[in-house]
DNA sequence: ATAGAACACTTAAACGTTTAGATAAACGAG
DNA sequence: CTCGTTTATCTAAACGTTTAAGTGTTCTAT
């Protein structure tokens, strides 16, 4: 602990205590002679006020908890980093807790109970922990309503779903429409998606973003064009293939996630398939390998920094008890690069 | 703040707060009878201790920081999942602080003034916190050596170079010369390398590597097959194009990270030289698109989970006041994927 | 010159725990 | 049955701050 108190800066400065609290928090007018005399002090002895006994005084930590799924997880640490940004400008620390969910339980979506077990301790700690609120940043995009019990603090969830708090996601539908609407104005009529799994929420987003594309902009629906992926490159590869096959090609490809049209893309070099020349291709998250692929991939990028720090925003409010209004979800953004071209 | 304290408790358990503590901690007998009672209560009122009382007067916070350079930076995550898991089993929660230096200075290594002044303030907020110990994670790997001033607090750094405190890096010598090793054995005698910019120690460090192989394996030794890059694609590409330009072209190039792979791969793509056939193509870091490139590339993973487990199990020695004694080097593993075959 | 306000500073209680030391009760040996 | 010891519990001080209330001191206006 810091070895030197309130009491030895009061003594050498000739002061009381509450006096040196005072120019420390400037809470009251202190002479501007005494003042600087106990700032050389506070200076020379490099004090440090003790915290513990500031939040025991005080009743506040300045501490918010964050609880991530996983931190290794490709949007955590930009999240995370939004959720850090906006918690310097407010003065609040980050208590981290990783969960180690992709490690410890994978990706069934339904281990609930082990799930709950493990979220509930880490709230739990960090209630105790004296947190002000929680941001607990959920990396597969599951309905966590009624999973959580933070016993009335305040919590909000980044990047999840919920429908009994605050959750802060991007607008899943609207990048998968204007995804489309992007290859549409490129020339393309038939064009071929990989979906997620259906069981995901952005998943069903993401298709309706898509259909309403089909409808709006009059594209001849097939269902043949419409694949049922799982998020890994390997169910691009196949879907791919599928696609490829079909007597009427699509002459573009939207996979729903980068990983897939990484999947797409080894399915079209076997196959002997140009991108962009005899097939566009373009992908979704702005996965940082996206850049890297050749060609490089068009994709959508996430707006992960702004979930995190609003995210951290409304925390900020709910924790002051004030009422947190709606703000505009934030969007995706079109990342043109070289895997998308006009149809030949 | 939790609404329920030690007090109430003990008053409706009938005894005094001691007590309750005892039972809590179990630093005294407490008659099972009694006990129980308590329990009882606790549990009824959910009662969970204060952690500031708790760490104001135990004087130990149970609490060490993370300093971050920067969290969106590739090996961070994983190196903070690895000091999570480690605090996890003692008990210790973390405090993280992410600098944002990548946003911020970018990779000049030269504003160390900006520098040192975003670092201290940062330990400076984390000792008020009353922290036990900081990791620091470099990402950057300079040499940190009196930059960062604890004021006597433990601090242990993670993948950051420093001579005065202590550091835990991978074994990056060792980690080139198996690589070389592997490329001897696949039948490659010219083989070009890419290195990143020599300022930097790890590049020194692999170039050492590099060099000890040549020797070893009594390769002939060609300057014109060194080249000198900066870590990015685009020096990849463009010094790769150099060596396949060469009148007595290499078999095999390793690239002394994944991103300059990638540049390696364009460029044989762009000069029609096929990989593996043509040319083998080997990477380092194991970052998460080597997988998903096509060819998939052959890399070195970094260990850096162990690297974080590591530098926390180091401070937790320093916080006991304990000596540290060295640890083996963690060191690299080979991922043989596709991009590297025998010469033709 | 003086009352009253404004200002500068101090005193001491409080925040919710832990823990040494005190006390009381129960036990065991003779 | 007594004395010493062990065991169970309590009392109260302490941890390092903040802050309401109190005490001087210095202005300001008359």
New binding site residues.
């Given amino acids: 602990?810091?070895?030197?108190?309130?009491?030895e800066?009061?003594a050498r400065a000739?002061?009381?205590?509450?006096?040196?609290?005072?120019v420390?928090?400037g809470?009251?007018?202190?002479?501007?002679?005494?003042?600087e005399r106990v700032m050389r002090v506070i200076e020379e002895m490099n004090?440090?006020?003790?915290n513990?006994?500031?939040s025991?005084?005080?009743?506040r930590t300045n501490t918010i908890g964050v609880i991530a799924e996983d931190v290794t997880v490709f949007n955590v640490p930009e999240i995370i980093d939004g959720i850090n940004d906006c918690a310097d400008k407010m003065d609040m620390h980050i208590l981290l807790t990783n969960l180690r969910l992709d490690k410890r339980i994978g990706r069934n979506f339904d281990q609930t109970d082990s799930y709950r077990h493990y979220a509930n301790n880490a709230v739990s700690e960090l209630l105790s922990k004296q947190v002000e609120g929680i941001v607990y940043i959920g990396v597969h995009p599951r309905d966590l309503t009624g999973l959580i019990d933070t016993s009335g603090k305040p919590i909000v969830y980044a990047y999840c779903y919920t429908q009994s708090d605050i959750s802060i996601q991007y607008h899943d539908e609207q990048a998968s429409y204007e995804a489309m609407t992007y290859l549409v104005k490129k020339g393309h009529t038939r064009i071929g998606i990989i979906s997620g799994t259906m069981d995901s929420i952005p998943s069903r987003l993401r298709f309706n973003g898509y259909y309403k594309a089909v409808t709006e902009h009059e594209l001849p629906f097939d269902p043949q064009l419409i694949k049922m992926g799982n998020w890994e490159a390997e169910s691009g590869y196949r879907l791919a293939k599928e696609l490829l096959e079909l007597e009427q090609r699509p002459t573009a490809i939207l996979a729903m996630n980068d990983v897939m049209a990484v999947g797409v893309m080894r399915a079209a070099d076997e196959m002997n398939v140009q991108i962009p020349r005899d097939l566009s291709v373009m992908g979704f998250d702005n996965r940082e390998f996206s850049d890297y692929l050749i060609p490089r991939v068009t994709t959508m990028d996430l707006p992960l920094h702004e979930i995190g720090f609003q995210a951290m925003e409304s925390l900020a409010l709910l924790i002051k008890g004030e009422q947190v209004e709606r703000k505009p979800m934030p969007v995706c953004k079109l990342i043109e690069r070289e895997s998308v071209d006009a149809p030949r």
Avoid: D, W
């Avoid at 602990?1 to 009491?7: A, C, H, N, Q, T």
């Avoid at 809470?27 to 003042?35: A, C, D, F, G, S």
């Fill in positions: 602990m810091s070895e030197v108190g309130i009491k800066i009061a000739n002061v009381s205590t509450a006096t040196v609290s005072y420390l928090n809470t009251r007018n202190v002479k501007l002679n005494t003042r004090y440090k006020p003790n513990a006994a500031q025991l005084k005080r009743k």
